[in-house]
C-alpha cells in the first residue's frame, strides 16, 4: 500500500522568493512520484514525475524535485516564486509493476504568492 | 485546454434524481478514469477503463456507475446519492492502458451537489 504526506496545507511565499513544497511518501515497493498542479477551477496538470534514472527531475515552470529514497521525499521547488504559481499542488505515488494506474494523492498545498 | 471535456460543469440534484456526467477525450488515448475530489480530503481514484474494459475499481458504491461505449468517452451515471456525494469529479486520461507510470490528462471536473 502507498501513501502520500503533504506538509503544509498552505504556504505563502513573496514573489522571487524560493518555493519548497514537503511530500514524503510511503511505499512497499519501488514508487512512481508524480506531483500536480491544479489552478482554480481547472483539472490537474503534471509538473514532473518521477518513475527511474536520475533522481533530479524537471518540470514544467521551473519547478524541479529530487527523489530522496533515504528520507522517502519528493520536495517541490522553485528558485523564484512567480505570481502565476499560485495554485494547489498535489504529490501522488504508484505502485510500480503491472498495477493499473492507481495513483494516490496527498492532500494538497495550496500555494499563495505575495507581490 | 487539455484535450478533455467534461460537462456539465456544476449540477445539482436530489437524492431521488438521476442523472449523467460525461467526460470525453480528444487525445487518442486508450485510458479514462474517475477521480472524486472532496473538501479537505484527497483524490480518490474511483474506476479506470483501459480499452473500454473496466479494470479497476476502488469499492466504490453501487450508485455510481460507469459506462465507457468506446475510447472517448466516459460516463459516469448517478442515482439515489447521498449528500456525501457532493464533490468535484474529475475525468483524467492516459496515453497507454492505465499503467502507473503514466501521465494522466485531467478534465475541470463536474461540481456535483446533492441535495
Known amino acids: 500500500a502507498q501513501s502520500v504526506t503533504q506538509l503544509g496545507s498552505h504556504v505563502s511565499v513573496s514573489e522571487g522568493a524560493l518555493v519548497l513544497l514537503r511530500c514524503n511518501y510511503s511505499s512497499s515497493v519501488p514508487p512512481y512520484l508524480f506531483w500536480y498542479v491544479q489552478y482554480p477551477n481547472q483539472g490537474l496538470q503534471l509538473l514532473l514525475k518521477y518513475t527511474t534514472g536520475a533522481t533530479l527531475v524537471k518540470g514544467i515552470n521551473g519547478f524541479e524535485a529530487e527523489f530522496k529514497k533515504s528520507e522517502t521525499s519528493f520536495h517541490l521547488t522553485k528558485p523564484s516564486a512567480h505570481m502565476s504559481d499560485a495554485a494547489e499542488y498535489f504529490c501522488a505515488v504508484s505502485a510500480g509493476g503491472t498495477s493499473y494506474g492507481k495513483l494516490t494523492f496527498g492532500q494538497g498545498t495550496i500555494l499563495t504568492v505575495h507581490p | 485546454e487539455t484535450g478533455v471535456t467534461q460537462t456539465p460543469r456544476h449540477l445539482v440534484m436530489g437524492m431521488t434524481n438521476k442523472k449523467s456526467l460525461k467526460c470525453e477525450q480528444h487525445?487518442?488515448?486508450?485510458?479514462m478514469y474517475w477521480y472524486k475530489q472532496s473538501a479537505k480530503k484527497p483524490l480518490e481514484l474511483m474506476f479506470v477503463?483501459?480499452?473500454?474494459?473496466?479494470?479497476e475499481n476502488n469499492s466504490v458504491p453501487s450508485r455510481f456507475s460507469p459506462e465507457c461505449p468506446n475510447s472517448s468517452h466516459l460516463f459516469l451515471h448517478l442515482h439515489t446519492l447521498q449528500p456525501e456525494d457532493s464533490a468535484l469529479y474529475l475525468c483524467a486520461s492516459s496515453q497507454g492502458e492505465g499503467r502507473p507510470n503514466e501521465k494522466l490528462f485531467f478534465g475541470s471536473g463536474t461540481q456535483l451537489s446533492v441535495l
Open positions: 477503463y483501459s480499452l473500454e474494459e473496466r479494470v
Open positions: 487525445l487518442g488515448h486508450n485510458a
